[in-house]
Each structure stands twice: as C-alpha cells, then as structure tokens.
C-alpha cells in the first residue's frame, strides 16, 4: 500500500452528470456536478449496511447497486459501474474511501468521532444538518495519517475506559 499524501493537482476534473433523488424517484433531466461539490459519495449498498447515518427521507428507495454523489443540494444518480470508476474520474487525490461501498471529499469540513475509534465521521451536508458516516476498520490508519491525528496506545485507552466509568 502506498503512503498518502497530498498530490497537488493542476487543473479542476470537468463535473460529471447526475439525476437527482427524491425518494426512490430519479428527475429526468440530467444536472453537472463539479467535483468540489460532492461531500461523499456511496452505493446503494451502504444505505442497506446502515453505514450512513442521515434523515430516512434523503436516502429512501436508493438501488442497492447503483452509484450515487451527495452534494448540499441533495442526492444524485450517477452512471458509473463501480465507486473506483468514479474515482478515477474525479481524481483520486480529492477523495478517501472510508468503506468500500462509500468515500469522501477530503477537501471539506469534516467532524471525525474522536471519542470513540474514530469509527464515525460527521459531514455537514448545510449549516444545519450533519451525517455520521462509518468508517471501516481497514481505512482508520488512512483517514488519521491525513487528519492529523496520532495513532492510540494503550494508556490512551485505559485512560478513556476510566474517564467513562
């Protein structure tokens, strides 16, 4: 596995096409999506793994194997096989996968769980509304090396088990 790091890139990837979700209805019309918009994207999956949590109404009748961005605006269907052909698409330097069925924009606002094992991560989807994503056990390591964040010992633990008793 290569170490991570940022890669400077020149030049923005042009946007890419979705229809929008409302509830399990896709819009006929096609909208462009600039990369810089997208806060996560996932598949249907995710939302039957529960690996997302946000408001029942935003992610109801999703296809289990369809891939789908998640802008401010809302949720869009986009045609792509796979989440790593849309990666390569976006540029895999602005994304993180935290799952395998789900990855982030890295250039926004996060809000990781810092409580726990950082096995959730908080996105602000607008200035109201946060959605709690599960981080895998595989990509922790990832996401604290590009956090910033110091890998846990074992007196960090024993001291956490203490405060919370």
Known sequence: M???SFIPFDADP???AGRKVTGSIY???????????????????????GLIDAPATTLHGL???HVYVR???????????????????????????IHHSLFVNLYQEMEPDLDGKLKL???????????WLAVSRRHVADLREILGLRRRRKA????IKTRDT
Do not use: C, M, W
């Open 156 to 159: 960090d633990k024993k001291a």
């Open 63 to 65: 296809r289990r194997a």
């Open 14 to 16: 042009p946007p890419i």
């Open 71 to 97: 802008t401010s605006k809302g949720v869009f269907f986009v045609h792509y096989r796979s989440l790593a052909d849309l990666l390569d698409r976006l540029g895999a330097a602005r994304f993180l996968f």
């Open 27 to 49: 819009a006929d019309r096609y909208t462009t999506i600039p990369p810089a918009q997208i806060r996560y994207a996932f598949t249907g999956g995710a939302v039957t793994l």
């Open 121 to 131: 991560l908080g996105i602000p989807i607008n200035e109201k509304e946060l959605e």
């Open 2 to 4: 290569k170490p991570l």
